[in-house]
């Protein structure tokens, strides 16, 4: 599997395009908040995206879809129900307002133990909220898509609507708890390995211990 990180927007949202080594087709993690930068990326490295997979329901990790959908129209979205703000046109964080996930329209919800086909690879959702209710770590070959449950050397904030620490914990448990070692891609920050992760993040081993 090729994996390849844009870094988008101000706030630094690390957008994953994965794909099977030499293929065309693409699968896009959390596509920021320029949608059409990603997308005249794809174009120019002749690749075509196949679905958009989203950690969580955050503005700066969604904004990208319509850009996206203006070069495949039928692009499918993928995210957990609880982040999707069903019923809602916009929602507010930071003092601003923002689209929900289910206004971009035509939205696949999915959850635990659900796996997805993408460019020929399997992608399977782990269920990890603390961050938001909804958020979810993707597991695809040796790879963790950790959102902004698990950083590089900490985890996810939960002082924000929907955050819950104890709830963190518990998701950062489960995935320390993982069987074998993984490579760990959060949605900020650098990239790491869930091994470092238990040997030196202070959040995940306290996460553990309990």
């Not at 916009?90 to 289910?102: A, I, K, N, Y």
């Not at 938001?132 to 449950?149: C, H, I, Q």
Request: net charge negative; aromatic share 6%.
């Amino acid at each position: 599997m090729e994996i390849s990180v844009l870094r988008l927007g101000q706030i630094g949202t690390n957008c994953y395009i994965f794909r099977q080594n030499g293929g065309c087709k693409c699968g896009v993690v959390d596509p920021g908040d320029q949608g059409e930068q990603v997308a005249r990326w794809l174009v120019d490295k002749g690749l075509e995206a196949e679905a958009v997979l989203l950690t969580h329901g955050h503005f700066d990790h969604i904004l990208g879809i319509p850009g996206l959908r203006e070069e495949w129209p039928d692009l499918p979205v993928y995210c957990h129900p609880a982040d999707m703000g069903e019923g809602r046109s916009t929602t507010g964080l930071f003092g601003e307002t923002f689209p929900t996930v289910s206004s971009f329209g035509d939205i696949t919800p999915y959850k635990e133990g659900d796996r997805v086909s993408v460019a020929g690879i399997d992608v399977e959702v782990l269920e990890t909220p603390g961050h938001t209710p909804g958020s979810v770590t993707l597991r695809a070959e040796d790879v963790l898509f950790t959102g902004d449950t698990l950083f590089e050397g900490s985890m996810g904030r939960t002082d924000l609507p929907g955050g819950d620490e104890a709830t963190i914990m518990k998701s950062l448990k489960r995935l320390g708890e993982l069987e074998g070692d993984y490579q760990v891609l959060p949605g900020h920050e650098g990239q790491s390995t869930l091994e470092r992760e238990r040997k030196s993040n202070y959040c995940l081993k306290a996460a553990m211990s309990r």
